[in-house]
């Protein structure tokens, strides 16, 4: 979602006009939920989707019309059983899809753009409000938590980013420095965490969004962990993924993966039992992390370990 507003404002600093293409009502099937972008600009789509096939192509031509006339708009795409055809989808559904006419040359929206992805980009929970109203001067809005919407008389779509969570990656070895760059792909937000200050440099870690210094068996010190927050135990040795287990299942935290053989999971499982936790506090640990697809290289772990955080991500969407 960041790329998008990160080449919108590129565009406005090369002083090009696009549109805006968004999905703002989504009912039944469709090929992308409420809130798929893409941008188009004379040349035709240039980044994002919104799904693809005839849809993202009759979408594609409107939005070029509306380049042209410098005008926006919305359409609405009917993609129910009986008409699905005529549009060579094979799915059922209807798409309000909003069509905002970018003017490089608008003022303030350089601006809004940028405080949109700063916000965006630290995580924090803000609303971003797109104009439905042809006739409104300003077509965006962003207001960040503290901020209070004055504007009354305008009709707008509004999106709000609380905040996804962060993946706290624990341990600055190979199998962090794989997944990480995969991560940040996905636009999760990713913390790596250490004991050893010679495995948090911008060099090992160019994409994560925070490397913070921790004492494994005191990590609260330094972080506090939210409900919607993930945690990927990777660290050098067995013992401190055992120590960090037992500290981020006093947490509200909703993810624990960790990774281990089978032989390991059985044992730390074992340890545990012998400790007092209970079966449900055993769930609570995905060990072996990752789903199965026979890993063996670094980048099939982080394609792995990626894998099931997606589906961990969309099962608490649901």
Not at 51 to 59: C, K, M, Q, R, S
Not at 83 to 108: S, T
Not at 193 to 222: G, H, M, Q, S, Y
Not at 296 to 317: C, D, F, M, N, V
Request: glycine content about 6%; charged content about 30%; proline content about 3%.
């Amino acid at each position: 979602m960041i790329e998008i507003f990160k080449k919108l404002l590129e565009l406005i600093n090369q002083n090009q006009d696009s549109v805006l293409v968004t999905v703002i009502e989504s009912t039944g099937s469709t090929p992308r939920e409420k809130g798929a972008r893409m941008i188009v600009t004379k040349t035709g789509r240039i980044s994002g989707t919104i799904g693809g096939g005839t849809i993202e192509y009759l979408a594609e031509e409107l939005g070029k019309n509306c380049l042209e006339e410098k005008r926006s708009c919305t359409k609405d795409y009917n993609l129910a059983p009986n008409e699905v055809a005529d549009l060579g989808m094979i799915c059922g559904g209807q798409v309000k899809v909003l069509f905002q006419y970018i003017n490089p040359k608008q003022e303030g929206l350089k601006e809004v753009f940028a405080k949109l992805i700063d916000l965006l980009e630290k995580n924090q929970h803000c609303w971003l409000l797109s104009s439905i109203d042809e006739e409104q001067s300003m077509p965006f809005l962003v207001f960040s938590h503290d901020e209070v919407n004055e504007e009354k008389k305008a009709i707008y779509f509004i999106e709000e980013f609380s905040g996804q969570g962060k993946v706290y990656i624990f341990g600055g070895g190979h199998v962090s420095q794989a997944l990480i760059p995969v991560l940040r792909e996905l636009d999760f937000y990713c913390v790596v965490l250490e004991d050893r200050e010679d495995f948090l440099t911008e060099e090992l870690f160019p994409t994560a969004n925070e490397r913070v210094w921790v004492d494994f068996k005191n990590i609260e010190e330094k972080v506090t962990f939210t409900e919607k927050d993930y945690a990927v135990v990777v660290t050098r040795s067995h013992q401190l993924d055992y120590e960090l287990q037992k500290q981020l299942l006093a947490t509200p935290i909703y993810y624990i993966g960790v990774m281990g053989s089978k032989r390991k999971t059985a044992t730390q499982k074992e340890l545990l039992k012998e400790e007092g936790y209970s079966p449900k506090d055993m769930e609570r640990i995905n060990m072996p992390i990752g789903i199965p697809i026979e890993a063996e290289t670094l980048k099939e772990l982080a394609i792995s370990i990626s894998g099931e955080l997606i589906l961990k991500r969309a099962i608490r969407k649901e």
